[in-house]
């Protein structure tokens, strides 16, 4: 089983013997404050995963991925007995997640070594996987830190974020992709990376995953798409928004506040009070879900996040261009008031 073996010698293994003298593929990205140096066993893997990730100049780096496929090296003594369960394995030093399925993929993380893999046990990813690859590995390595991974989209102007959660088809992807076409600064549309102590935001990927009824808006997108995925029966298009997007727009700031989308009929974006524990509700269930390990920490930290900004409501309307321009007027009232308050606290 999974549990049973001594996963730091698969790791040595991996990252000894796994990849080829030549094909491979070497790369150095960023997600957030981290430098991650990324190694691929053939070209053909770089291609599939490298455009969703925000790319960094060559140097020192937090945590080495390899990325391999069962043609690499043969991992089926780590598959659990039970193949078409998911399994998670978590430890102060290993992580280990095995995600069955058409397309299995095993993610493993020695954080003694600062070394991780991610292992294709059909030669290939799920095409979801491609627009947040390794997000497994990037939410065990930030375990002990106070930055976290969580299901979101953000969109901000001037360092002044706005953080979108909640359920899907309620319209994060729509708002984020509007603001970003509009020159938005871009930290996400389906995962984002937060500071939960200073409520620093900072993207994770330089991808998005657009439903295939909300194409006709963001027809002029569709060029970037890689594949189209299906989300529980659901096509997405997989974006990968570097072709399209100004490389300065993948860049984080601080939260100013957090929206939950919800579909009310507005005719024009209309924003509305919201209690802190509607988001909560908004955060916990899904990035919980998506990123086992560590409930108790992930909980404390959503609820330390949740507290740094104010929460609101807001339907955003049927038509997506209208969206920046109310984005843009609401971070102008929550400026406003924000100076109001200080000035009277000052007199006080």
């Given at each position: ?75 089926s003594c780590l598959i659990p007995h039970a193949p078409s369960e998911p399994r998670t394995l978590v430890s102060s030093d290993r992580y280990a997640m095995w995600q069955p399925g058409q ?70 992807t729509t708002a984020a992709l509007a603001c970003a076409r509009a020159g938005w600064d871009y930290a996400g549309d389906d995962y984002v990376f937060a500071h939960t102590l200073s409520g ?87 990035t919980m879900m998506e990123l086992p390990g560590w409930p108790r920490i992930v909980t404390e930290r959503l609820t330390a996040l949740i507290g740094l900004a104010p929460v609101f409501f ?35």
């Amino acid at each position: 089983m999974l549990a049973d073996n001594p996963l730091s010698r698969v790791v040595d293994r991996v990252f000894e013997h796994a990849l080829p003298d030549d094909g491979a593929v070497h790369a150095w990205v960023r997600c957030g404050s981290h430098r991650l140096r990324l190694s691929f066993a053939s070209r053909a893997l770089s291609e599939a995963f490298l455009p969703s990730f925000i790319r960094a100049p060559e140097g020192r780096a937090d945590l080495a991925i390899t990325f391999v496929t069962a043609a690499e090296v043969d991992l089926s003594c780590l598959i659990p007995h039970a193949p078409s369960e998911p399994r998670t394995l978590v430890s102060s030093d290993r992580y280990a997640m095995w995600q069955p399925g058409q397309f299995p993929m095993l993610h493993v993380l020695d954080r003694g070594s600062r070394r991780a893999f991610l292992w294709l046990g059909a030669g290939a990813a799920p095409p979801w996987a491609l627009s947040r690859p390794v997000l497994p590995i990037i939410h065990a390595f930030t375990a002990d830190t106070p930055w976290t991974a969580l299901h979101g989209a953000a969109v901000g102007r001037q360092g002044r974020f706005l953080l979108l959660v909640g359920k899907g088809k309620a319209g994060k992807t729509t708002a984020a992709l509007a603001c970003a076409r509009a020159g938005w600064d871009y930290a996400g549309d389906d995962y984002v990376f937060a500071h939960t102590l200073s409520g620093r935001i900072e993207p994770l990927y330089c991808s998005a995953r657009l439903r295939a009824d909300m194409t006709g808006p963001f027809a002029d997108l569709l060029h970037t798409s890689a594949t189209v995925s299906d989300d529980d029966g659901e096509a997405r298009h997989e974006l990968r928004l570097a072709a399209c997007l100004k490389e300065t727009q993948f860049c984080g700031g601080s939260l100013a506040a957090i929206l939950l989308p919800r579909r009310r009929g507005a005719a024009a974006p209309e924003f509305a009070p919201a209690r802190r524990s509607d988001a909560f509700a908004a955060l916990l269930t899904i990035t919980m879900m998506e990123l086992p390990g560590w409930p108790r920490i992930v909980t404390e930290r959503l609820t330390a996040l949740i507290g740094l900004a104010p929460v609101f409501f807001v339907d955003t309307g049927p038509d997506p261009a209208a969206i920046p321009d109310a984005f843009a007027a609401f971070l102008e009232r929550l400026q406003s008031h924000d100076a109001d308050h200080h000035r009277h606290h000052a007199r006080a």
